[in-house]
């Protein structure tokens, strides 16, 4: 079967007196992300660009937010067995690429730590794992700090 590639968007509010996770990392804010687990949209959009590329559903196919299990739960946990689940079926990670977009605050300090993190959650080099950042220019909900999205694409090998 050789590469597959995948694609993952996610979107969350931001609130005022949340704890903003993004890519494993408590990132310092006004605001936060909402949501039944730690809201980490970052790590919503790999593991939905993971669960992708093997064809097997979403995030919310796995990991279902009416579940308790899943409630609070931090993202990375969720990252870890999207990683163990595609495994399991042969695939080998490649690359990820990504993109969060957010009006503020300015993320691309965070940026080496949420990779250094992710890496190790997957189990795969830090040369292996980008991430990038976009404000929407003042423009619709993230313009006006309502909420934040993300884009990613991961890249499967099923051939070693
Ligand atoms: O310049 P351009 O319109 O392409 O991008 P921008 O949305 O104005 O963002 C400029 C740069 O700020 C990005 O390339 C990121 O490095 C950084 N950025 C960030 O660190 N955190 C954000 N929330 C948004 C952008
Ligand atoms: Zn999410």
């Not at 005022?16 to 310092?28: A, H």
């Not at 980490?40 to 660009?49: E, N, Q």
């Not at 969720?78 to 695939?91: F, Q, V």
Request: glycine residues 12%; aromatic residues 8%; contains cysteine.
């Amino acid at each position: 079967m050789g590469f597959r590639i995948g694609f993952g968007f996610d979107t969350h509010r931001l609130e005022e007196w949340r704890e903003f996770w993004l890519g494993g990392v408590l990132v310092p804010h006004t605001k936060g992300a909402t949501g039944h687990s730690d809201a980490d949209v970052l790590i919503h959009a790999i593991c939905d660009a993971l669960l992708g590329a093997a064809a097997l559903g979403d995030i919310g196919t796995h990991f279902p937010d009416t579940s308790e299990e899943f409630k609070g739960i931090d993202s990375k946990i969720l990252l870890k067995k999207s990683c163990d689940l595609i495994r399991s079926e042969g695939y080998t990670i490649g690359n990820i690429d990504s993109t969060v977009v957010l009006q503020i605050p300015k993320i691309s300090k965070y940026i080496p730590e949420m990779i250094l993190l992710l890496a190790d959650v997957m189990g795969i080099p830090r040369g292996s794992i980008s991430v990038k950042a976009k404000t929407s220019e003042t423009l619709g909900f993230i313009g006006r700090e309502e909420g934040v999205s993300a884009y990613a694409v991961a890249l499967l090998d099923s051939r070693s």
